[in-house]
């Protein structure tokens, strides 16, 4: 990919500090990182979350795909989390805004077993009526890097639960992505299951030869800066460098 921006949208109670290690890396390959902060995200409490829905965040998420474009008139995508179903979601609403997408851990199936897609799934809205709040702390294999984390760690249930419903919305729309797209996901994952890859990549209408997935053997969900974040920012800076042409 010739330089130039890439946007990059972080997930749920997280916030830009999750790339603060591949931003360096993209400048000094010449790109120009847009960093967008989504509403409620960013602050000292996580009960500032309160009162945004996911339909805020893909507005917020919008906003900057608008900065981020290029000449062309599109944008290459690096989403984490649940930032890669908003990537997700705008690619299918405005593939013509998208050259290429990034999806790291992409929360297309989460891993507890009172989410959608699990035995236990139908338990969810039992309780966010039980609970106001959720444990969200957040996972790495390499625990000394939970100390300089900032994610929430804390959700309140009404923001979790319109966080389940993008999973939701953006699995109907998987049929309507085309663009080029890179998935990169961790087997140990302890927030998004193993099996959303593979998901993803059957999902998406993108042409076979246009889509692949790296599988990671040791990193936990932060994957962009836990124990295998050089070889994560490794590949996909290789991607984005050898990618350049394919999009047209």
């Not at 944008?75 to 050259?99: E, Q, Y």
């Not at 106001?132 to 702390?137: A, G, L, Q, V």
């Not at 990169?184 to 099996?195: A, E, I, N, T, Y």
Request: charge should be positive; proline fraction near 5%; aromatic fraction near 8%.
């Amino acid at each position: 990919m010739k330089p130039g921006k890439v946007l990059l949208i972080h997930g749920f109670t997280s916030g830009p500090f999750a790339f603060e290690f591949l931003i360096p890396a993209l400048r000094e390959r010449g790109f120009s990182p847009v960093v967008p902060t989504l509403r409620g995200h960013g602050h000292d409490s996580w009960k500032k979350l309160a009162g945004f829905t996911w339909r805020d965040w893909l507005a917020d998420a919008g906003k900057a795909l608008e900065e981020a474009t290029g000449e062309d008139g599109r944008a290459v995508i690096v989403g984490h989390s649940m930032g890669g179903l908003l990537a997700l979601s705008m690619a299918a609403d405005n593939p013509g805004k998208v050259r290429a997408l990034v999806l790291a851990g992409a929360a297309i199936h989460l891993a507890s077993p009172f989410t959608p897609g699990h035995f236990l799934g139908f338990l969810q809205h039992v309780l966010g009526r039980v609970f106001k709040s959720w444990d969200m702390t957040p996972f790495y294999t390499d625990r000394k890097m939970l100390a300089s984390d900032r994610n929430y760690r804390r959700a309140p249930m009404s923001s979790i639960n319109t966080m389940i419903e993008l999973v939701l919305s953006t699995r109907e729309k998987l049929p309507k992505v085309t663009a080029p797209t890179l998935v990169l996901q961790g087997r140990r994952d302890r927030r998004v299951s193993w099996k959303s890859a593979e998901i993803i990549r059957k999902g998406i209408a993108t042409s076979e030869n246009r889509k692949s997935v790296v599988m990671f053997s040791e990193t936990d969900h932060e994957m962009f800066r836990d124990c295998e974040r050089d070889k994560v920012i490794r590949t996909v800076l290789e991607h984005l460098a050898s990618s350049a042409d394919q999009s047209g």
